[in-house]
């Protein structure tokens, strides 16, 4: 009985030890200090211009300046592009031009016309 109730103690302590290693660990773990995730959309202002559909076969670089999505080395691209083939046949031309895939079509399909 004196050997089962000094194990008893001796296993006590031993669990009090661990307790207290595992508390002590915790007064002092500092957490990893992370930054905040900021998360914004951002959309390209479309311009509310009045005068939208734009001709594409007469446009002007500022006209297709303002479709959105089109900035003004790809507004130059279309008109280098229509100076060398000719007036548009199509809205599906444009993808001939470099700077100018389906996605990208799509947008601004709805500011064109052929005219």
Do not use: C, H
């Not at 957490?31 to 076969?57: C, F, Q």
């Amino acid at each position: 009985m004196a050997n089962e109730t000094v194990q008893n103690r001796i296993l006590i302590g031993v669990a009090l030890l661990l307790a207290a290693a595992i508390i002590g660990y915790q007064a002092f773990f500092v957490p990893e200090i992370t930054r905040p995730v900021v998360v914004s959309v951002y959309s390209e202002p479309v311009s509310s211009r009045a005068d939208w559909p734009v001709p594409l076969n007469s446009a002007t670089l500022e006209e297709l300046d303002t479709l959105p999505g089109i900035g003004p080395v790809t507004a130059q691209a279309i008109l280098d592009y229509r100076e060398a083939n000719g007036p548009f046949s199509s809205l599906d031309e444009l993808t001939n031009v470099y700077g100018i895939g389906e996605k990208t079509l799509e947008k601004i399909r709805p500011y064109l016309v052929l005219s």
